[in-house]
């Protein structure tokens, strides 16, 4: 009999550490919090940065890790060998692929311009409705403020129906965060 895989959530987030130390708390605190949980993390398997600070405190709790990431990017995000389950995809796109696959539902905390594409692609997605898993934006610090303002422009300014904003959900700390996995989850995990 095939073993159960653990709820699994796919996190995406910045390869450095950005200049407000609690960014780097956050996701150390992440990781740490579904391995409490007995999820799985599934990201894109750098071992620098939010990456490497989450997965190492979720290996730390005993959590199973599944990290996605392109052979050019090994070198340059410290590729992290030492996972659960690791994947080498050939491109960007495949590795979100790969990513989106693997998770029940979708987090976006502090990151650059990968963050946002990942984060854009997996809603817009959700927006064509070629899915239904949760997508939680970790807005910590305010750091997601100027991208909320700016979804609100975009339905201001006729772009998105004012229901665009039902396919996501902002998200103040990871413990609302971690109520919103258990609860979307559908078990009681306890930790």
């Given amino acids: ?12 987030c910045g390869s450095r550490n950005g200049k407000n130390p609690v960014f ?3 996701a150390t605190e992440l990781g740490a919090e579904l391995a409490k949980k ?17 997965a190492s405190a979720a290996q730390n709790g005993g959590a199973e890790t599944f990290g996605v990431i392109p052979a050019h990017l090994m070198a340059q995000e410290v590729g992290k060998k030492d996972l659960t389950s690791l994947v ?13 696959m693997n ?22 997605w959700r927006q064509l409705g070629l899915h239904e898993k949760p997508v939680y934006l970790l807005n910590i610090n305010g750091y997601w403020q100027p991208l909320i303002d700016l979804i609100e ?12 904003t039902n396919h996501f959900e902002i998200i103040e700390s990871v413990a609302e965060l971690i109520e919103r996995l258990v609860l979307a989850s559908g078990s009681n995990l306890k930790g």
């Fill in 103 to 124: 998770a029940d539902a979708i987090v976006t905390l502090p990151g650059g311009a990968g963050s946002l594409d990942e984060f854009f692609e997996i809603l817009t």
């Fill in 24 to 26: 780097l708390a956050t």
């Fill in 1 to 12: 009999m095939a073993q159960k895989i653990p709820y699994s959530v796919c996190v995406f």
């Fill in 153 to 164: 422009n975009i339905i201001e300014q006729g772009f998105a129906a004012p229901e665009f």
């Fill in 88 to 100: 080498i995809t050939e491109n960007m796109h495949e590795r979100k692929k790969v990513m989106f």
């Fill in 38 to 54: 007995r999820m799985r993390l599934v990201y894109g398997a750098g071992d620098i940065g939010l990456m490497g600070a989450m």
